[in-house]
Nanobody
Framework: QVQLVESGGGSVEVGGSLMLSCTVS????????MGWFRQAPGKEHEFVAA?????????????VKGRSVQGRFTISRDNAKNTVYLQMNSLKPEDTAVYYC?????????????????????WGQGTQVTVSS
């Protein structure tokens, strides 16, 4: 049974930073594309970022980010620790949401596939991020 457990959420002021972590157990981590989605109150789930299976570092070819977080958020992974990270900088009130970690087995590492929730197989329980002004 594959389990994803997020941590690192909390409250921060505008312009601040947070790092989310997601540790995977029960599966083969380095074969999964890993990603983050978020859901603000009353809104649909929004794709945040994804990183390719087996990537050892974040660069433009191994990660994809949603337009609203480009230049502020960075996704990375540590395959030795079965953990994916989301570093969030320059946070804005509109970043307030529950952030969900997800894992996918897809080998189509393209934005229109990654941004579709149905293409992600495993999900964490979510962690709240609140940005106050």
């Amino acid at each position: 049974q594959v389990q994803l457990v997020e941590s690192g959420g909390g409250s921060v002021e505008v312009g601040g930073s947070l790092m989310l972590s997601c540790t995977v157990s029960g599966g083969t981590f380095n074969t999964y594309t890993m990603g983050w989605f978020r859901q603000a109150p009353g809104k649909e789930h929004e794709f945040v970022a994804a990183i390719k299976w087996g990537a050892r570092a974040t660069d433009r070819t191994d990660s994809v980010k949603g337009r609203s977080v480009q230049g502020r958020f960075t996704i990375s992974r540590d395959n030795a620790k079965n953990t994916v990270y989301l570093q969030m900088n320059s946070l804005k009130p509109e970043d307030t949401a529950v952030y969900y970690c997800a894992a996918a087995t897809t080998r189509f590492f393209v934005p229109h596939v990654l941004s579709t929730r149905a293409n992600w197989t495993y999900w964490g329980q979510g962690t709240q991020v609140t940005v106050s002004s």
